[in-house]
């Protein structure tokens, strides 16, 4: 979100709150208080969409069709919903934890860590369409005013893109974007966009069944407690026996039988199948350097590009891995590899900035890091930017990008703002 949109929409709250009347739904008819209108709705989806998908591992590039795939299935679906109209965008993630989100405006993401879980189309059918039904329901949007209302000035401070030691602050509306798309459902909107997205699933001519199958397969993992779905679908998504019965009772209102498309969707995904030992490998390497054996790190993440050359996530964290180890040299060769295969992820440019910095090249860095902040802005970009203007001699600069960081909390907040002090006192 835009400074400027966020502060007309923090501006307003308290006269919407009191003045607004309300809305109806347009899935379920019911009244509902609507702060935001639906021309603001598709703009924040808009705007935060790019942003959003970068926080959460950018394009799976690598096999372009494949997206073009799950679009066609996502706007089948998108015509038989309650809101065709809205301007539906669907792209697979390059990430490996199951999971899939919808931001306001009918922006819906799917994790190829999803993809591989499922059996055929009429399953990757129900994933979407529940996702659609979150989009044209508003559920979004409503739990955005619900954070509005409670503290709408929380917006503009940073979030953490994981726990790890590597991630760096995102902030402004990136953050926003973020909190939307990972944020936890409730139980209502759960049992909400599956009910009506069964029912789009009958219209688009899949068999309904399919989603009582993905629910009962979610689960049964739940149970298992594997860690990865935990952190995705389950997060974000939680599964219940109760899900189950309701999907199925409405599977058995509407009738067995339906387009399935199990061949065609094994077909469309054998490239990501073919690639899936390779990023096996990379999460291997990551858990690996995480736990500080790097020699073994290095071994898997040399075995992930040697799978796949063409895969710039595997450069970046054998460029990270480098830097852990004072190779900076080599980092800097494998950062601008990443860079060259997808030089739109800010990740990248990020970590190829910081590198930089730490060779005390000044101008690559200083490049590096403004291309990483025009994508998603961090906090850490802004301080490191800082610096080297301070360093440059450009001290309003350095002040505007210490004041822009001291934003953020945490330890990059806190260096910001003795920088900051520094300058002006």
């Known amino acids: 979100m835009t400074p400027r949109l966020f502060s007309r929409l923090t501006a307003a709250l308290f006269v919407v709150v009191t003045l607004a009347g309300c809305t109806v739904n347009p899935v379920t008819g019911e ?59 669907f792209v697979v ?32 059918a129900s994933v979407l369409g529940h996702e659609i039904v979150h989009a044209a329901a508003r559920h979004s949007v409503q739990r955005m005013q619900q954070g509005m209302i409670i503290s709408a000035g929380m917006a503009g401070l940073g979030l953490a893109l994981s726990d790890n030691e590597w991630a760096g602050l995102v902030m402004g509306g990136a953050a926003v974007g973020a909190q939307l798309a990972l944020a936890q459902y409730g139980q209502g909107d759960e049992l909400e966009s599956d009910a009506y997205g ?54 058995q209102q509407l009738g067995t039988g339906g387009y399935r498309g199990r061949d065609v969707y094994q077909r469309r995904i054998a490239t990501l199948k073919e690639l899936q030992p390779a990023y096996d490998a990379h999460d291997k390497a990551l ?12 071994e898997a993440i040399n075995s992930a590009i040697k799978q796949a050359p063409r895969e710039a996530m595997f450069y970046a964290l054998r460029g990270r891995i480098f830097q852990k180890q004072g190779q900076n040299e080599k980092a800097q060769s494998d950062f601008d590899k990443a860079v060259s295969l997808y030089p739109e992820m800010f990740e990248y440019q990020l970590y190829n900035g910081l590198n930089a910095l730490a060779m005390n090249n000044l101008t690559k860095a200083r490049d590096h890091l403004q291309k990483a902040n025009e994508v998603v802005p961090t906090s850490i970009a802004y301080l490191r930017l800082g610096d080297i203007a301070a360093q440059q001699g450009r001290r309003q600069e350095a002040v505007n990008f210490y004041s822009t960081a001291a934003q953020a909390g945490g330890d990059v907040g806190a260096e910001a703002k003795q920088k900051l002090a520094a300058l002006t006192n």
Not at 287 to 298: H, R, T, V
């Open 31 to 89: 009244k509902q208080l609507s702060l935001i209108g639906e021309n603001e709705e598709i703009q924040m989806g808009a705007e935060q969409y790019v942003p959003t998908m970068q926080t959460q591992g950018g394009r799976f590039y690598l096999d372009p069709e494949l997206t073009v795939y799950v679009s066609e299935v996502g706007q089948k679906m998108a015509q038989v919903s309650d809101r065709p109209d809205l301007p539906y965008e």
């Open 93 to 124: 993630l390059n990430n490996s934890t199951p999971n899939a989100w919808a931001l306001p405006g009918g922006k819906i993401a799917i994790n190829r860590g999803l993809l591989v879980k499922l059996d055929d189309e009429a399953q990757l």
């Open 198 to 251: 069964i029912r789009y699933m009958d219209a688009a001519g899949y068999d309904p069944q399919a989603a009582v199958e993905l629910q009962q397969l979610f689960l049964e993992l739940s149970k298992d407690q594997q860690s990865s779905w935990l952190q995705g679908l389950f997060a974000t998504h939680p599964p219940s026996a109760r899900r189950v019965e309701k999907n199925q009772q409405l599977a």
């Open 287 to 298: 858990k690996l350097a995480s736990e500080g054996n790097m020699a073994a790190a290095i």
